[in-house]
T-cell receptor, first 111, second 115 residues
Framework: AQSVTQLGSHVSVSEGALVLLRCNYS??????LFWYVQYPNQGLQLLLK??????LVKGINGFEAEFKKSETSFHLTKPSAHMSDAAEYFC?????????FGRGTSLIVHP | DGGITQSPKYLFRKEGQNVTLSCEQN?????MYWYRQDPGQGLRLIYY???????QKGDIAEGYSVSREKKESFPLTVTSAQKNPTAFYLC??????????????FGSGTQLSVL
């Protein structure tokens, strides 16, 4: 069975600072990797995904993530945080059509 | 507009009662999923279905039941056997393509609470 580990249940940054949300996966074969965002009392929206090809993936709202096979990581970054980025972020993997999610990281943005 | 609709948004269950959460999609997606979300635990898979009239248990199926009689509908019943049902329930769907790398589309969720 594969799993997804998100380091840090909460990450706090100042507005304008770099955002780094960490995700590691365990799989003998690289799975398909996703980042989703959830705003309060809503469903999840796709930020970006990695399937094959370029390891640096750009998503919506200025977010990007880099797939590093040697580190089994897929960390999410954004150069400059905005207040509207405050939300819950989930890393997910898909193998055999079954999605598995990490526990989520709550991003807090301070003025 | 195409999308996935969950209802109701809020639901209250009495002791010993079964309740059913609705999930409908008009995206013509093959696969549908039910997740339970608890604070700090992420999303845990309850059931999923990849074809009409067939469904599979996820990681936490005990105390839940589902049906998939139509492609667009995947209702979830929380039975009285589920002793701790208070949670946020999310329904999702996706298209099944070779490689299995399609994204999920999510509904806006149902918050279930016990009276």
């Amino acid at each position: 069975a594969q799993s997804v580990t998100q380091l840090g249940s909460h990450v706090s940054v100042s507005e304008g600072a770099l955002v780094l949300l960490r995700c590691n996966y365990s799989s003998s074969v690289p799975p398909y990797l996703f980042w989703y965002v959830q705003y309060p009392n809503q469903g999840l929206q796709l930020l970006l995904k990695y399937t094959t090809g370029a390891t640096l993936v750009k998503g919506i709202n200025g977010f990007e993530a880099e797939f590093k096979k040697s580190e089994t990581s897929f960390h999410l970054t954004k150069p400059s945080a905005h207040m509207s980025d405050a939300a819950e972020y989930f890393c997910a993997v898909i193998r055999s059509y079954i999605p598995t999610f990490g526990r989520g990281t709550s991003l807090i943005v301070h003025p | 507009d195409g999308g996935i609709t969950q209802s109701p948004k809020y639901l209250f269950r009495k002791e010993g009662q079964n309740v059913t959460l609705s999930c409908e999609q008009n995206l013509n997606h093959d696969a549908m999923y039910w997740y339970r979300q608890d604070p700090g635990q992420g999303l845990r898979l309850i059931y999923y279905s990849q074809i009409v009239n067939d469904f599979q248990k996820g990681d936490i199926a005990e105390g839940y039941s589902v049906s998939r009689e139509k492609k667009e509908s995947f209702p979830l019943t929380v039975t009285s056997a589920q002793k701790n049902p208070t949670a946020f329930y999310l329904c999702a769907s996706s298209q099944l393509r070779p490689g299995g790398n399609e994204k999920l589309f999510f509904g806006s969720g149902t918050q279930l609470s016990v009276l």
